[in-house]
């Protein structure tokens, strides 16, 4: 019998076939209505078999659970698991993501609504500032009536929350309509705390060979793990062919980067994606908080985020050294090294972790790296979840929006931000009053790990309705002169990869490609006469400014980024 995936239940002639993995029973039943349905071993804990009674829409059960790989959850994760026919009616072919300008979103606040529906009607604004990709912080089904989506137990199943599969299936060919490319959000390294029920049906799902902040580590490697390694590729390529999506963001990779297997179970999903995507070109990223370029250089992954030009940017901006922000400082060296060679920190001694951090990225593209002013993560990692036109000097921000979305590598913008959102983007999530408890208060014992935040500082409840609330994104508010700032940037992004930089003056630095110069000035302003840097070569006319305009050539306005094009007919001397 011919099936798109090794597990889960899907339509066939007769009836619906149901597959499951589960080692740890002898025997197992789908269970409709009250009624079972015995199913057959198949082979190597499989257990398999057709209900005619069955259809589209058919609620059951496996015994007492939801199907491990249930495709719909409509009461939630304790739910019954529903059958879904994948079949949809596709308008429109996918995106180019060749040259992406990323737009992180969570779908729950993106709009007052927070379904998929609702923010197809956002997604012509989001073409008309400039994005071209957008990364959907994850939907897969988790507990409660809220939430980041990181504790999802789920993990083929779109959250109920937003709508049904065709409600995504619609928000992604709604996307395509207007040329925009849809990635999504993908947790391989843990499960959420409740409404898991993977070791219901196999007890080697998870491992004491690992560490994970958030709980068991999944056994990629162990014994019992080819079914586990099955369920996460497998899951990647499902959600690339059946909602015809444009990539994956692996989260938190570098607890999954222990993997003895003969095949990392990174590049792994990597293939079975791009095997999916039938020949369309798709795009994988991944976060990996130690900067391992294995990533790219091994696992067969696009791009990996660079939290080094997060984190120095956000010094830049805000002056504040504390916490896994203390090994920066900010500087104009710091951005023109990773402009050039990728990380800052490519093996360095890093003194918050007390260890080294990072491998080295020369050599590698710029487009590989994915920056950002601004994530989910970042935005919450504080007191009130303030953004950061909020909390730094708008001059400084309006320069290193410039720096973000010129410069070579892949920019990132967090929802809202292109038109300066006043909500906030706090961490909040629906538990059980007891799980709640604990995970507010470890929520505030990573915290206080920022001396400016300490036990008398109060936090937004996780759990609170109105933390949530507070979050959505206002669109009212929508500040038209951000909105055409982002769009007139992005539509100068120069395509070649060739740039290289230099620091001019304290604080100054430039980018040269082969036709323009972008300065960056986070001090006062500056006469840069004698031009002294061999990058300044040429002749040069200032074309444009994040601040006050030049009056003069080398005379650089204070907290500002400036363009210089290169004079008609000046050969280039790109270095």
């Known amino acids: 019998m011919q099936r798109r995936y090794p597990i889960g239940a899907e339509l066939v002639d007769g009836g619906v076939h149901f597959r499951v993995w589960a080692p740890a029973h002898e025997s197992l039943a789908v269970v409709i209505d009250g009624r079972e349905f015995p199913l057959g071993r198949d082979g190597g804990g499989y257990f398999a078999g057709v209900v005619e009674e069955a259809r589209a829409g058919t609620l059951y059960r496996f015994g007492e659970w939801p199907d491990p790989a249930s495709r719909f959850q409509p009461e939630g994760p304790h739910g019954p698991s529903m059958v879904v026919d994948p079949a949809y009616d596709w308008r429109h072919a996918g995106a180019d993501v060749r040259d992406p300008v990323i737009y992180e979103m969570h779908i729950g606040t993106f709009t007052a609504e927070g379904t998929f529906r609702v923010a197809i009607e956002k997604l012509p604004l989001l073409r008309d500032a400039g994005v071209t990709l957008l990364e959907v912080m994850p939907v897969n089904e988790f507990p409660g009536r809220f939430g980041w989506g990181y504790d999802g137990v789920d993990l083929w199943a779109p959250s109920h929350l937003y709508g049904t599969p065709d409600d995504f299936r619609a928000f992604v060919d709604a996307a395509h309509s207007h040329h925009l490319g849809v990635i999504l959000d993908v947790v391989y390294n843990h499960f959420g705390p409740d409404g898991c029920y993977v070791s219901k049906f196999s007890n080697t799902y998870f491992t004491s060979k690992y560490k994970n902040d958030w709980g068991k580590a999944i056994n990629y490697d162990g014994d019992g793990s080819a079914g586990v390694r099955e369920f996460v590729s497998e899951n990647a390529a499902y959600w690339i062919d059946e909602f015809r999506l444009d990539g994956l963001r692996l989260d938190a990779t570098q607890s999954i980067n222990d993997d003895d297997s003969d095949e990392h179970v990174i590049a792994l999903i990597a293939r079975r994606a791009r095997a999916a995507a039938k020949g369309r070109q798709i795009y994988l990223v991944a976060e990996n908080e130690p900067q391992d370029v294995r990533i790219l250089t091994e696992y067969g992954l696009d791009a990996v985020w660079n939290d080094d030009w997060h984190h120095a940017a956000r010094v830049a901006l805000t002056h504040k050294r504390e916490a896994y922000y203390t090994d920066y400082r900010g500087t104009a060296n710091e951005f023109v090294a990773m402009a050039r060679s990728g990380f800052l920190y490519q093996g360095q001694w890093y ?24 994530n989910h993560d970042q935005i919450a990692n504080s007191a009130d979840g303030r953004r950061i036109h909020q909390i730094a000097s708008p001059a400084d921000v309006r320069a290193l929006t410039a720096l973000l979305l010129l410069a070579p590598q892949t920019p990132m913008l967090f929802q809202g931000q292109e038109f300066a959102a006043p909500s906030p983007f706090l961490y909040f999530a629906d538990h059980k009053p007891e799980l709640a408890r604990a995970v507010a208060n470890g929520r505030r014992e990573f915290l206080e790990q920022f001396p400016s935040i300490t036990a ?16 959505k994104l206002d669109w009212s508010a929508r500040n038209e002169d951000a909105v055409a700032f982002h769009r007139e940037l992005l539509g100068m992004r120069w395509p070649e990869e060739r740039v290289d930089g230099a620091v001019v003056r304290d604080g100054l630095f430039v980018l040269r490609w082969e036709s323009h110069l972008l300065m960056v000035n986070l001090g006062d302003a500056v006469d840069v006469d004698p031009a002294d840097e061999p990058l300044l070569a040429g002749e040069w006319t200032p074309s444009w400014s994040s601040g006050a305009a030049m009056t003069a050539l080398w005379k650089v306005p204070g907290h500002a980024s400036v363009i210089l094009s290169r004079a008609d007919g000046e050969e280039s001397r790109a270095t």
């Open 351 to 374: 003194s918050w972790q007390k260890q080294r951090r990072g491998t080295r990225s020369g050599g590698i593209a710029p487009r590989r790296f994915v920056c950002f002013l601004q």
């Open 456 to 471: 008398a500082t109060p936090l937004a409840p996780p759990e609170s309705l109105d933390t949530f609330l507070r979050c």
